[in-house]
């Protein structure tokens, strides 16, 4: 498509239940990234994908949360027994290379509440 | 560990005018790329300027210049003619050159006024 896509744009759910967010990436774009925006702050890194290596997953807050990727589409990023402060914007972005040169390009997020 | 400091939560300017939003940030390395992004309410990030650290010449966009000061760790952001639809939160963000995440600072929320 022409941009990254997320989906959903917006998520409640309750305490302690899972939640899967999609991002859709530009075609050929084969670096990924996830990102975590609480309310009036900065973007936190979460997870990066880069073709078919394996995912930087240190920025992960808990084992709560995982992403998976296949090859270089779609990535869910699912967050099991949510807790209140797992809300937030979920922010995924995705380059042509690793990101410096080509710059990324972000989807619209999904905000997740957690109630 | 990379830092990046934006030490203005909030700025307004008049239609028109010029602005200059702070951004410094700290980190051991000689190779990095440094960004101005805007994020509207729809939340998009969207990018504004970029700028290579090997670079002496300030990067140029339009309306938006930056002033790079590498011995001073200093990367801001000078938006002239400002317009309304400059309002948004800008993030400035440090990308190593061999690394693959960005890191942001808090933002600073700009607010124009007609």
């Known amino acids: 498509g022409a941009g990254v896509s997320q989906s959903p744009s917006n998520k409640v759910t309750e305490k302690g239940k899972d939640v899967e967010l999609r991002c859709d990436p530009i075609?050929?774009?084969?670096?990924l990234y996830w990102y975590r925006q609480r309310l009036g702050q900065g973007l936190e890194f979460l997870i990066y994908?880069?073709?078919?290596?394996?995912?930087?997953k240190s920025g992960l807050p808990s084992d709560r949360f995982s992403a998976e990727r296949t090859g270089e589409s779609v990535s869910t990023l699912t967050i099991q027994r949510t807790q209140q402060e797992d809300s937030a914007v979920y922010l995924c972005?995705?380059?042509?290379?690793?990101?410096?040169?080509?710059?990324?390009?972000f989807g619209s997020g999904t905000r997740l509440t957690v109630v | 560990a990379q830092t990046v400091t934006q030490s203005q939560p909030e700025m307004s300017v008049q239609e028109a005018e010029t602005v200059t939003l702070s951004c410094t940030y700290d980190?051991?390395?000689?190779?990095?790329?440094l960004f101005w992004y805007k994020q509207p309410p729809s939340r998009q990030m969207i990018l504004v300027i970029r700028q290579e650290a090997y670079k002496q010449q300030n990067a140029t966009e339009n309306r938006f210049s930056v002033n790079f000061q590498k011995a001073a760790k200093s990367f801001s952001l000078k938006i002239s003619d400002s317009q309304l639809g400059d309002a948004a939160m800008y993030f400035c963000a440090y990308l190593l050159t061999s690394g693959s995440r960005l890191t942001f600072g808090e933002g600073t929320q700009l607010t124009v006024n007609p």
């Open positions: 972005a995705s380059s042509l290379g690793r990101g410096g040169y080509y710059g990324y390009t």
């Open positions: 075609s050929g774009h084969t670096a």
């Open positions: 994908f880069q073709g078919n290596s394996a995912p930087d």
């Open positions: 980190t051991s390395e000689s190779d990095y790329y």
